[in-house]
């Protein structure tokens, strides 16, 4: 029997789990971890990329009983589009505000996806918009302007 790791959906999903997870909890290990009572800057990368891994883990020994293959093609338009979204949001959070640039990120994303409806995707804004400012404004009290408009 001819083990398909690569065509395997579960794996692939795994595999991407681990090498994130991997990837966080090394590029982590120089900072200092601390005490639980005094957690250092290295406590949460590296407590995140262990559960990934972990996670990944459970996900790839879950591939090799089911050996389900992928199905379908990589869709690279939406691939691209979604990379566009965080690109965008990224650059537009500091000159446009919060508000204005997770509605960008959102509505570029939304046409990424195979049914596109405004009404959906205003209604997603406004509530995923309302959940970022009660947690990062008001709730960690970020130094985010929720309206810059500075071009």
Same mark, same amino acid.
């Given at each position: 029997?001819?083990?398909?790791?690569?065509?395997?959906?579960?794996?692939?999903?795994? @595999? #991407?789990? /681990?090498?994130?997870? %991997? !990837?966080?909890?090394?590029?982590? $290990?120089?900072?200092? *971890?601390?005490? &639980?009572?005094?957690?250092?800057?290295?406590?949460?990368?590296?407590?995140?990329?262990?559960?990934?891994?972990?996670?990944?883990?459970?996900?790839?020994?879950?591939?090799?009983?089911?050996?389900?293959?992928?199905?379908?093609?990589?869709?690279?338009?939406?691939?691209? @589009? #979604?990379? /566009?979204?965080?690109? %965008? !949001?990224?650059?537009?959070?500091? $000159?446009?505000?919060? *508000?204005?640039? &997770?509605?960008?990120?959102?509505?570029?994303?939304?046409?990424?996806?195979?049914?596109?409806?405004?009404?959906?995707?205003?209604?997603?804004?406004?509530?995923?918009?309302?959940?970022?400012?009660?947690?990062?404004?008001?709730?960690?009290?970020?130094?985010?302007?929720?309206?810059?408009?500075?071009?």
């Amino acid at each position: 029997m001819k083990l398909k790791l690569f065509g395997n959906r579960d794996a692939l999903a795994g @595999l #991407l789990f /681990v090498s994130i997870g %991997a !990837f966080a909890f090394f590029a982590a $290990r120089d900072y200092p *971890v601390g005490t &639980l009572g005094e957690m250092g800057r290295g406590s949460f990368p590296r407590a995140l990329g262990g559960l990934l891994m972990l996670i990944g883990g459970v996900v790839l020994l879950r591939a090799l009983r089911s050996l389900q293959p992928v199905q379908g093609r990589w869709d690279w338009g939406a691939l691209a @589009l #979604l990379t /566009v979204a965080m690109l %965008a !949001f990224g650059a537009a959070i500091e $000159r446009i505000g919060l *508000v204005p640039a &997770l509605a960008l990120l959102l509505g570029i994303a939304a046409l990424a996806g195979r049914e596109f409806r405004l009404v959906e995707v205003l209604v997603l804004t406004a509530v995923l918009n309302l959940g970022a400012v009660a947690v990062f404004i008001w709730g960690l009290q970020l130094p985010y302007a929720l309206f810059a408009w500075r071009f």
